[in-house]
């Protein structure tokens, strides 16, 4: 578990409260619809994909939001690095560079799925507990908190 300095916890407690606030409607009008919440920052954390292709831990693909839009990782069979940011509540993906090594098998199939997953378009959101990944050809990848 990790745990958030006391600014953060605060802001998230602020944040999380004035999400549950109501505007008042107009007299005889339709009541304006809630704003969606904004996705928690993903700076400074760290995910383990789902794969049930994998059976070693080891061979899991990771993901590790570093502060300053960076992120870095373990596509299953080669190590990666680029860039990400948010905007507007939203997280895009900059460019990524991944090593050359040469898999076959389950691992080189999940590299393949996490690559296209990080794509410039694709779309990220907090399901419960897990991070989901959405490519554009609706290509979905998972992980679990590290």
Avoid at 27 to 55: C, D, N, Y
């Amino acid at each position: 578990m990790m745990l958030l300095p006391r600014p953060l916890l605060w802001i998230g407690v602020l944040l999380g409260m004035g999400a549950c606030a109501v505007a008042p409607s107009a007299p005889g009008g339709p009541a304006p619809a809630a704003a969606p919440a904004p996705m928690a920052s993903l700076a400074g954390t760290r995910w383990v994909g789902v794969a049930e292709a994998i059976t070693e831990s080891r061979g899991l693909p990771r993901l590790e939001f570093v502060a300053g839009g960076r992120i870095t990782g373990y596509t299953g069979c080669n190590m990666f690095s680029g860039t990400w940011s948010e905007q507007a509540g939203e997280v895009r993906f900059g460019a990524i560079a991944a090593t050359k090594r040469m898999c076959l098998g389950p691992g080189a199939d999940v590299e393949k799925r996490v690559l296209a997953a990080l794509g410039s378009d694709s779309r990220v959101m907090r399901d419960a507990t897990k991070l989901v990944i959405i490519s554009p050809g609706g290509g979905r990848f998972e992980f679990v908190p590290a």
